[in-house]
């Protein structure tokens, strides 16, 4: 179950001081990019880095990094311990999120980290970590309509919501890419506030950094990566400005190119879970905006003249399952569809009947084999294996999918 609200985390933490500083991230997608980037550059200049996204990938304590490792399981399963004893002894009844913030945020105190990069989990105004108060700068990615049932039903709505990370004093950094609509709201909270406010673009990356400007020149990128990375570079400036002056951002921003952002346009080898040499790509878009990003790079990277892809797909009860997946699958394209399991620590979370997004997915006109495979995930990569015959393959449609398809490699590859 899912509460919005910040009186059980304030009682949580009330005898708990935070004793380092902030990033506050929020947003609908490139939130997650935009901590990583923030991450790996502060561990580059040697700040200590923490950093806590949500949801896990793989294991439930993946999700908190100290200096760009996992944060160690006996660690936050005794840190977690003290959370859940105090949650109880004083009848709080803080959700799953609420304890899992009030882990990593003492994991973070236990590890005495400069700074921590804090994204949102959900919305932001009432969010669990909106508790931070001692924020260097906060953080708007790319807004879209998603979580309608909890944040509003317009894109204004949800935007003011995500804009509550926004505080007086703080200076703020924007995806300058975002609608129209979702700026207007987001200038008039600025406006209200007071606060400095920097929109970036990666069309001028020499705004944001010079040594930005050299990168782009020479990787590949799509424009949502532009958008990100210009992001975390205006942000890492005004953030190390206040803590750290002493820092080059310039000389970090090449480090950028050596980070990887697992389950988001992963290229991964399946062996020895299914019989393929040639890499698949693995990406956890579960809405419209984050489908558009991937169908954009799909079009890009893996159709050159009309060549059809072999899909492995699943997605959460409660989501527009045409919008996500029309954007992205064509004519001629093969489809598996799976379900993925149970997700630990977020019961609430289920996957939608594999039957209702075939059901979908066969309306597409053209569309080529579709096959269900309930929630026999390593079947319906085996079967997309076969069908795709070393051309292109895609794992997408849901986080929880990336999750378990990672869970079945890194146990397929113990078992070797």
Not at 41 to 63: A, K, N
Not at 128 to 137: K, R
Not at 290 to 296: H, M
Request: proline residues 4%; hydrophobic residues 40%; contains cysteine.
């Amino acid at each position: 179950m899912i509460e919005l609200g910040l009186s059980r985390i304030v009682r949580l933490l009330q005898q708990t001081p935070l004793t380092w500083k902030a990033i506050h991230i929020a947003g609908t997608n490139g939130k997650g990019s935009i901590s990583a980037y923030l991450s790996h550059l502060l561990s580059t200049g040697g700040v200590r880095c923490g950093r806590f996204t949500s949801p896990h990938l793989i294991d439930r304590w993946d999700c908190i990094t100290i200096g760009e490792k996992v944060v160690q399981e006996s660690l936050f399963r005794q840190i977690e311990a003290r959370v859940k004893l105090r949650d109880q002894t004083l009848g709080i009844g803080a959700s799953e999120f609420e304890l899992l913030t009030a882990t990593a945020f003492e994991i973070f105190n236990h590890e005495r980290v400069d700074i921590g990069v804090v994204e949102v989990g959900m919305g932001g105004r009432l969010d669990a970590t909106n508790i931070l108060t001692d924020v260097l700068v906060s953080v708007i990615a790319k807004i879209g309509l998603d979580h309608q049932f909890l944040l509003g039903d317009t894109i204004e709505e949800i935007a003011r919501e995500k804009a509550g990370i926004m505080k007086s004093g703080v200076p703020c950094v924007v995806d300058g890419t975002n609608s129209p609509e979702v700026l207007r709201t987001l200038e008039d909270h600025i406006k209200e506030l007071g606060i400095n406010a920097i929109f970036t673009r990666p069309d001028t990356p020499e705004y944001h950094s010079p040594s930005l400007g050299r990168l782009f020149a020479t990787l590949d990128l799509l424009p949502h990566q532009r958008a990100n990375m210009s992001c975390a570079v205006s942000a890492l400036k005004l953030a190390l400005s206040r803590f750290r002056p002493e820092i080059d951002v310039d000389v970090l921003v090449p480090q950028l190119s050596k980070v990887e952002w697992p389950a988001r346009l992963q290229k991964l080898v399946l062996k020895p879970l299914a019989d393929r040499e040639e890499p698949v790509l693995l990406d956890g878009a579960h809405n419209t905006q984050s489908a558009e990003v991937l169908g954009e790079y799909v079009d890009y990277k893996l159709r050159p003249q009309g060549t059809n892809v072999t899909w492995v797909i699943a997605a959460s009860r409660g989501k527009d399952i045409e919008s996500l997946f029309h954007s992205i699958i064509k004519a001629g394209d093969r489809v598996a569809i799976t379900a993925f399991g149970p997700v630990d620590g977020m019961p609430w979370v289920k996957a939608n009947d594999p039957e209702e997004v075939a059901s979908c997915v066969r309306s597409i006109a053209g569309i080529g084999q579709v096959q269900t495979f309930g929630e026999d995930i390593s079947g319906a990569i085996h079967w997309a294996c076969e069908q795709a015959s070393g051309g292109p393959l895609v794992i997408a449609g849901s986080l929880y999918l990336a999750s378990d398809v990672l869970r079945l490699l890194r146990e397929a590859q113990k078992q070797l």
